[in-house]
């Protein structure tokens, strides 16, 4: 079965420090792909990055890069420079190719960024 | 350029009663899908759409019809609201290439209450 896993509910960065959050996931089929995205406490859900099964090279988006490691199966995000802004949850979500489009979501990560 | 719009953004039903939540999305995305967000967990599937007259079910489907008459709308209805149906509730749509989608992109959510 397909899942994600994210082991840190809560995390502290200090601003202007870089911060991973970290994302394994499981699943059998070889074509997939992997986002990231962050929770505010306004609720909405915001788009950050993503990472196909077959992309060769990490993807990165500004600040934001994701740590690819596919015989490890981790997709973890790492967040440069973090700012005060940044402070929110982030879910790791995994899309499996003929799945009817389903999003799997890990259960989210608190981050909190310090002054 | 709208994107996902849903309505209402809050809402509080009587065990037993029923509503519909709307979803509307103006990028022409084949694909619609229906989450529910509770305390502490991940985003869950209820239901889901590829196209026009093509739905299907999800994770967490008790509870939920969804019909998709239009590409753009996807409304989700609760036939007879019960507590555990308390949740925030989200739409989302994306595009396809080739089997794979892409270009999730959420609405701004329905936080639903039942008492």
């Known amino acids: 079965a397909q899942k994600i896993t994210q082991t840190q509910p809560g995390m502290f960065v200090q601003e202007k420090e870089a911060v991973t959050l970290d994302c394994t996931y499981d699943t059998s089929d070889q074509s997939y792909g992997l986002f990231w995205y962050k929770q505010p406490s306004s609720g909405e859900m915001i788009f950050l990055i993503y990472q196909g099964s077959y992309d060769e090279q990490n993807a990165t988006e500004g600040r934001y890069s994701l740590n690819f490691q596919k015989a490890r199966k981790s997709a973890n995000l790492v967040i440069s420079a973090s700012q005060l802004g940044d402070s929110a949850m982030y879910f790791c979500a995994m899309r499996v190719y003929n799945q009817g489009g389903k999003l799997i979501f890990g259960q989210g990560t608190e981050l909190s960024v310090k002054p | 350029n709208a994107g996902v719009t849903q309505t209402p953004k809050f809402q509080v039903l009587k065990t037993g009663q029923s509503m519909t939540l709307q979803c509307a999305q103006d990028?022409?995305?084949?694909?619609m899908s229906w989450y529910r967000q509770d305390p502490g967990m991940g985003l869950r599937l209820i239901h889901y759409s590829v196209g026009a007259g093509i739905t299907d079910q999800g994770e967490v489907p008790n509870g939920y019809n969804v019909s998709r008459s239009t590409t753009e709308d996807f409304p989700l209805r609760l036939l007879s609201a019960a507590p555990s149906q308390t949740s925030v509730y989200f739409c989302?749509?994306?595009?396809?290439?080739?089997?794979?989608?892409?270009?999730?992109?959420f609405g701004s959510g329905t936080r639903l209450t039942v008492v």
């Open positions: 990028m022409n995305h084949e694909y």
């Open positions: 989302a749509s994306s595009y396809s290439i080739q089997g794979a989608f892409y270009g999730y992109t």
